[in-house]
Every structure is written in structure tokens, then in C-alpha cells.
């Protein structure tokens, strides 16, 4: 059975930063193409980080590039991201995706972004 | 603001058909898969529809999508209390490089 266990969050003050991690467990990270996923108090999903299967290409969104990196340790099944530079507007609750196959371009020549297990999710709270 | 535009709220009668719709451009819906989640309130999201119109395993066939240019939609046939819940589309995006999620559309079945 795929599963997903996210760790990590807290309460950090504006400015600092965070280490999430997502364990991983039934499959194997490094054959699948994973994603970082938040959700705001309230509000809907918004999709931060990915990476491929092969770990040669990483994806991020405008609203945290050069400040999360995402990442990954084969041999402990993890993926990671971390965060700098926090701000109140990263609030939310972070939710580890595994997609379906290991990578988001599709073959037939478009991207995909099936995302078939996710995590419980771990929240962040940036406040002082 | 998204650049997948979708309602705010649909509701519908129980046993009813509903659908929720997905309105992007030629970057995003026009030229990728577009996948639908279901979300219940504290709950993680569920693939519900993967690559315009297919069914993961597992899903009722209740579910069903489709796609025609830029605009996609979510169909729920024979509603139920449990569908009650929030409703994702998502598709990556070739403008920002990376996937887009819609504003989501909550469902409440009367």
C-alpha cells in the first residue's frame, strides 16, 4: 500500500526557515515523479514544487522560486523541501503528491499532472 | 486569482446530475491533461479524473470528464449525500511551467 507521511511544520517567524520531509512507503520515490502541494487557511490548492523520477529536473512556482528547494534521498525514500525565506502568504497546509509515473511530460506530447496518492499534510504557520 | 476559472458553488438534488466546469487558455487546458480531485474538509485531495476523461481505479463511474478546446468539465451523475465536498481541476500550465489548480468549486448535494 502507497503512503505518504509529511513532517516538519510548525510555527516559524517571518524570515526563517523549514525543512519539510515525506516519508515514503510501497513504492519507490526515485521511480515516480513527486510534487509539493499547499493549501492555504480557507482558501484552495496551490501547487509550489516539483521534481522528475530521474531527479534531473526540478519545477517550482513563481510565488517561491529562490526560496524553496526541493529535493529527494533515495535511500531513505524521502523528499524534501526547504524553505527560506518565510513569509505569512506561505501559511498553509504542505501536502506530499506522488504522481503517477516518473515524469510530468507525456509521451503523446503534453504534460500531465495526475497526482494518485497524497499525504495527510503538514501545516506551516508563519507568524511572529 | 487562478488562471483556471471555475464556479465558486454548485449545489443539486440528491439522484440529480451536476457538472462543474473548467475554463482556461491554450497554454494550460487547450494543450495538457486535465485532472480533477475531490477534496472533503480536512481530508488530503483524491485523483478523480486523470488525462481529460479517465477513471483511476477505484472511482465510481458516477464520475465522468471531458474536454473541448480550452474548457473542461466534471460530471456527477446520480448525486449522493458523501459527494458532497470541494471539486479541483488541474493541468500543467506551459506559461508557468509547472501545474495549475483551479479555484475549486464547492458541491453541496440539497
Known amino acids: 500500500e502507497v503512503q505518504l507521511l509529511e513532517s516538519g511544520g510548525g510555527l516559524v517567524r517571518p524570515g526563517g526557515s523549514l525543512r519539510l520531509s515525506c516519508g515514503a512507503s510501497?513504492?519507490?520515490?526515485?521511480?515516480?515523479?513527486m510534487s509539493w502541494v499547499r493549501q492555504a487557511p480557507g482558501k484552495g490548492l496551490e501547487w509550489v514544487s516539483g521534481?522528475?523520477?530521474?531527479?534531473?529536473?526540478?519545477y517550482y512556482a513563481v510565488s517561491v522560486k529562490g526560496r524553496f528547494t526541493i529535493s529527494r534521498d533515495n535511500a531513505k525514500n524521502t523528499l524534501y523541501l526547504q524553505m527560506n525565506s518565510l513569509g505569512a502568504e506561505d501559511t498553509a497546509v504542505y501536502y506530499c503528491?506522488?504522481?503517477?509515473?516518473?515524469?510530468?511530460?507525456?509521451?503523446?506530447?503534453?504534460?500531465?499532472?495526475?497526482?494518485?496518492?497524497w499525504g495527510q499534510g503538514t501545516l506551516v504557520s508563519v507568524s511572529s | 486569482q487562478s488562471v483556471l476559472t471555475q464556479p465558486p458553488s454548485v449545489s443539486e438534488a440528491p439522484r440529480q446530475r451536476v457538472t462543474i466546469s473548467c475554463s482556461g487558455s491554450?497554454?494550460?487546458?487547450?494543450?495538457?491533461?486535465v485532472d480533477w480531485y475531490q477534496q472533503v474538509p480536512g481530508k488530503a485531495p483524491k485523483l478523480l479524473i486523470y488525462?481529460?476523461?479517465l477513471l483511476p481505479s477505484g472511482v465510481s463511474d458516477r464520475f465522468s470528464g471531458s474536454k473541448s478546446g480550452t474548457s473542461a468539465s466534471l460530471a456527477i451523475s446520480g448525486l449522493q449525500a458523501e459527494d458532497e465536498a470541494d471539486y479541483y481541476c488541474?493541468?500543467?500550465?506551459?506559461?508557468?511551467?509547472?501545474?495549475?489548480f483551479g479555484g475549486g468549486t464547492k458541491l453541496t448535494v440539497l
Open positions: 488525462y481529460d476523461d
Open positions: 503528491a506522488k504522481k503517477s509515473n516518473s515524469d510530468y511530460y507525456d509521451s503523446g506530447g503534453y504534460y500531465t499532472s495526475d497526482f494518485d496518492s
Open positions: 521534481i522528475s523520477g530521474s531527479g534531473g529536473t526540478t
Open positions: 488541474a493541468v500543467w500550465d506551459d506559461s508557468l511551467n509547472g501545474p495549475v
Open positions: 510501497g513504492f519507490t520515490i526515485s521511480t515516480y515523479a
Open positions: 491554450s497554454s494550460n487546458v487547450g494543450n495538457n491533461a
